[in-house]
């Protein structure tokens, strides 16, 4: 598809391949909980306006966009939480990227398939 020139599907292309190499890492992390001295990693997160969507602000009434999601202070907190052992890992925190990191893939595996679907429409094909 690289040849064709659809930059929506090459976006959620790359989105998905991000996805699947955070979700890689943060197993990773649960694997290691109980290690010694291991601190998590993440993957810097992308950008929101990758996918070229940008959110409008029509009233200056409204409640702005936040980085967390839309939950008001759902920046990441800090990490104060190692153990004696030196492990940094909390698992509650590790899980909850696991779910989002999978509820995103999952949405950018929907918008794909459908836009594929979109595109046998287009060029006279049953999807």
């Not at 190499?21 to 943060?26: A, D, G, V």
């Amino acid at each position: 598809m690289a040849g064709i020139g659809l930059p929506l599907m090459e976006q959620l292309k790359g989105r998905m391949q991000w996805l699947q190499s955070r979700q890689k890492l943060l197993a990773q992390n649960v694997a290691n909980a109980d290690t010694p001295g291991f601190k998590p990693r993440d993957l810097k997160a992308q950008s929101s306006g990758s996918l070229g969507v940008t959110v409008a602000t029509t009233s200056a009434a409204h409640i702005g966009a936040t980085a967390g999601g839309g939950v008001p202070g759902a920046k990441g907190a800090a990490k104060f939480e190692t153990e004696p052992s030196g492990n940094a890992v909390t698992l509650e925190d590790e899980m909850l990227k696991v779910a989002q990191t999978q509820m995103d893939f999952q949405t950018a595996a929907t918008l794909y398939s459908k836009s594929l679907g979109l595109l046998l429409i287009a060029v006279g094909k049953k999807a």
